[in-house]
């Protein structure tokens, strides 16, 4: 048998034609969700994410702002444009682009997001808030991820969730969003001895190690959840994740293509995010 494909361009989709009726609901009690993203030099990867960020609030209704800034910018210009972006009361979500140019301290960058507006969920208190399970803006890819697996149809309560991948971005907070959903959760990493043992043992089995097709079919457990958070380009010019999908696709039960699978939803779960930010801003229940 197959595996289920899940299909998070679809997902993506879907959800997004439910938040263009969320954010149009939202303008009926005079609230405009708004979403500042900031770009500090030339990257050219970062300036097509920026583009996408972007594209997705114009098609949702969102406002968004944009603030291109040079390479040469100093840190003390930027912190002023975070202070004036947390008091504006018409942006309720504020995005730093990442990486940063080298001169300017990314941490301290970060710090000065005030955390009602933090859509990145990459702030301290963020962080601190989603382990200890307060309310809080999710960080997006681990929070699309979650959707994904909800929306595969697995209940995820009691199930062995193997991440593998420490990453701040990625694997600890999707640990804790899966402990936070009642698996049981193990998280493997560069140094584990023993990861293949591990990995299948898993009935979840997510995969964020930047790796191309590093993970085969000999670390999945039949049946399995197969995640792959991975975007690699090979020498062909082709995209592959960090899962071999061909060699996985018999053993798995379910599992994410690339592309079109985790990829799709990260700027799907920003404009959740920045919706929630504005609700929450203007004490608007759901
Ligand atoms: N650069 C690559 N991914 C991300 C992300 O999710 N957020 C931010 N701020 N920068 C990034």
Redesign the pocket.
């Known amino acids: 048998m197959s595996a289920q494909v899940i299909e998070g361009k679809k997902v993506s989709q879907q959800m997004r034609q439910e938040m263009i009726e969320e954010v149009a609901k939202l303008k009926t009690k005079g609230v405009v969700p708004g979403l500042a993203v900031v770009l500090v030099g030339e990257d050219p990867?970062?300036r097509v994410?920026v583009g996408s960020k972007e594209k997705a609030c114009i098609q949702l209704g969102i406002y968004s702002e944009v603030h291109r800034l040079a390479e040469q910018t100093s840190e003390e210009e930027l912190l002023a444009l975070i202070h004036g972006l947390n008091e504006n009361p018409a942006v309720h979500g504020i995005?730093?682009?990442?990486?940063l140019p080298k001169h300017i301290n990314e941490k301290a960058v970060i710090d000065a997001i005030k955390v009602e507006k933090d859509v990145?969920g990459?702030h301290p208190q963020s962080v601190g808030n989603l382990v200890i399970g307060d309310d809080s803006l999710l960080?997006?890819?681990p929070a699309g991820i979650i959707e994904l697996i909800k929306r595969s149809g697995t209940n995820i309560s009691g199930k062995h969730a193997v991440v593998i991948g420490r990453s701040n971005?990625v694997g600890k907070p999707v640990a804790m969003l899966l402990l936070r959903e009642h698996a049981t959760v193990t998280i493997c990493h560069s140094r584990t001895s023993n990861m293949k043992e591990l990995a299948k043992q898993a009935d979840i089995l997510v995969v964020a190690i930047g790796k191309a097709k590093a993970i085969d079919s000999d670390y999945v457990k039949p049946g399995a959840v197969v995640i792959d958070v991975g975007i690699n380009r090979l020498d062909n010019g082709k995209l592959a994740g960090d899962v071999d999908y061909e060699d996985c696709l018999e053993a798995a039960g379910a599992i994410t293509p690339v592309p079109g699978g985790v990829g799709p939803m990260?700027i799907t779960m920003?404009m959740n995010n920045t919706i929630t930010a504005a609700r929450r801003i203007n004490g608007i229940e759901v």
Do not use: E, W
């Not at 995005?95 to 990486?99: D, F």
């Open positions: 990867a970062s994410y995005l730093v682009q990442l990486p990145d990459f960080p997006c890819t971005i990260t920003l």
